[in-house]
């Protein structure tokens, strides 16, 4: 079964995920699968923790949009496809997990509208765009409390290499958006917004 695509694009800690798995749950998940694109990240050599060395994992040049973009177009065309599975802690990949196209796929990832072929793929683009200073809180306090990151590391790391690439990379794509949801919103509300716009493609 071919499958529809919707891109989630927006700054870090915008909500993408949380739309992504709201929409998985109120269109079913036997209907929705989810790819997040941190899956999609090169391997690399560097072995250092986050907010160490000068290897910027906000920079789009290290996302393999080429496997990306290959898997997207096969499960549009209805075949199944073996998504890599990323480890953060060694950067590189660490086998692959099988994904069967259904009716609809959820691309989401900071960069999911940079990639002009992989718009040309999808059936709707969507831009979740929440005040910078909100979403730079909520980074850092994920880095802090969930990936054990020293706050004065999670600091340096967002200013240095986040907020920068937001700006030169992110903030851009937003007008390739077909659906721009504004600030921070009830998860329910972003769903009636993404199916409105999705129309009788639902």
Known sequence: MPS?????????????TRLALALQAALGFQNVTIIAM??????????????????NFDD???IDFSLLRRHVSEL????PVQIPVYQ????????TISVTPTAIV???????????ELRRLSTLEVFLDVDS???????????????????????EYYLRFTRPA???????????AALVIEGPMDASDQVCAVIAALGDEV
């Open 4 to 16: 529809r695509i919707i891109t989630i694009a927006g700054g870090t800690c915008s909500g993408k």
């Open 38 to 55: 941190d899956s999609y990240y090169l391997p690399s050599d560097y072995s250092g923790r986050i907010g160490l060395g000068d290897v």
């Open 60 to 62: 789009p040049a290290l």
């Open 76 to 79: 549009v065309a209805g075949g």
């Open 88 to 95: 953060f802690k060694t950067h590189s990949r660490a086998g």
């Open 106 to 116: 959820v691309v989401e990832g900071v960069f999911a509208l940079h990639d002009e």
């Open 133 to 155: 200073e909100l979403r730079a809180v909520w980074r850092i306090r994920r880095d802090v409390e969930h990936n054990a990151v020293p706050i004065g590391e999670a600091c």
């Open 166 to 176: 937001f700006e030169e990379f992110v903030l851009c794509t937003k007008e390739n």
